[in-house]
């Protein structure tokens, strides 16, 4: 196997493997109705190519709920998703441009309709024995951080079962 090419002087291993434990991805994505289904087929390709295909339908199915809600909520014009694997689970996050209301009603509020919003993606995590949240995002833009942790045992059994 012939190495790449390169004019930087310093070698570079190309053929790193790609395994569950070298994925970390990060992607931007128009807050638009379409993103969802883009978010979804990234990650169908990039959890494939690390060798995850038996976590790829739990895991596509609680992405694309919480691309649907940042891109609901953002007043923005893109969202922000982050895959990682660690700790055999998968970390997958992402953040809106949507900030923390002040008003302690109105915040309760928001929160209910993200939590209403989020139903399905609730059911698919309990099925994986997974957990998820969402809350003010601690990065410099401000906004909101949706989460989830879904254990590699629990979506390998939620996609036998599917």
């Known amino acids: 196997m012939s190495a790449a090419a390169s004019i930087c002087p310093h070698p570079v291993d190309t053929r790193t493997p790609r395994v569950p434990e070298n994925l970390a991805y990060s992607l931007t994505l128009p807050a638009a109705l379409a993103s969802p289904a883009v978010a979804r087929s990234a990650a169908r390709t990039i959890l494939e190519a690390h060798g995850l295909h038996e976590v790829t339908a739990a895991a596509i ?88 942790v879904l254990p590699h045992a629990g979506a390998r059994a939620y996609g036998q079962a599917a």
């Open 61 to 148: 199915q609680v992405i694309g709920e919480l691309a649907a809600c940042a891109c609901l909520f953002t007043p923005s014009e893109s969202v922000y998703l982050s895959l990682r694997y660690r700790d055999d689970a998968l970390r997958i996050s992402l953040y809106d441009g949507h900030p923390r209301h002040a008003h302690r009603r109105l915040a309760a509020a928001c929160d209910g309709r993200r939590r209403s919003v989020l139903l399905l993606l609730a059911c698919v995590m309990h099925a994986c024995d997974g957990d998820w949240g969402f809350g003010e995002s601690p990065e410099p833009g401000g906004g909101t951080r949706l989460w989830a």
